[in-house]
Nanobody
Framework: QVQLVESGGGLVQAGGSLRLSCAAS????????MGWYRQAPGKQRELVAG???????NYADSVKGRFTMSRDNAKNTVYLQMNSLKPEDTAVYYC?????????WGQGTQVTVSS
């Protein structure tokens, strides 16, 4: 069992930055593929960024060059650095952990970008 707790969301003006954190409890964190997803009102949840156990990252086209995902296995934490934020980045951001058939979600953190 893995518990995920996100933090770092908030209200920011367009062009600003935020850093989200996701702290994980439980064992074998370094083995998990971690992801950040987001869900805007009336839209489906979408993958924003992912990072494998080996540190390989992938990003949605809409955030490439603006967002950076990283992980610190010593702290059981993943981060999402979000720069040059746009109003369309407004959503609830969720942390996800996957390993084999295991799939865990955090409770989400709200990010609101004002124009």
């Amino acid at each position: 069992q893995v518990q995920l707790v996100e933090s770092g969301g908030g209200l920011v003006q367009a062009g600003g930055s935020l850093r989200l954190s996701c702290a994980a409890s439980g064992s074998s964190f370094s083995s998990y593929t971690m992801g950040w997803y987001r869900q805007a009102p009336g839209k489906q949840r979408e993958l924003v960024a992912g990072i494998t156990s080996g540190g390989y990252t992938n990003y949605a086209d809409s955030v490439k060059g603006r967002f950076t995902m990283s992980r610190d296995n010593a702290k059981n934490t993943v981060y999402l650095q979000m720069n040059s934020l746009k109003p369309e980045d407004t959503a609830v951001y969720y942390c996800n952990a996957k390993l084999f058939t295991f799939n865990f979600w955090g409770q989400g953190t709200q990010v609101t970008v004002s124009s």
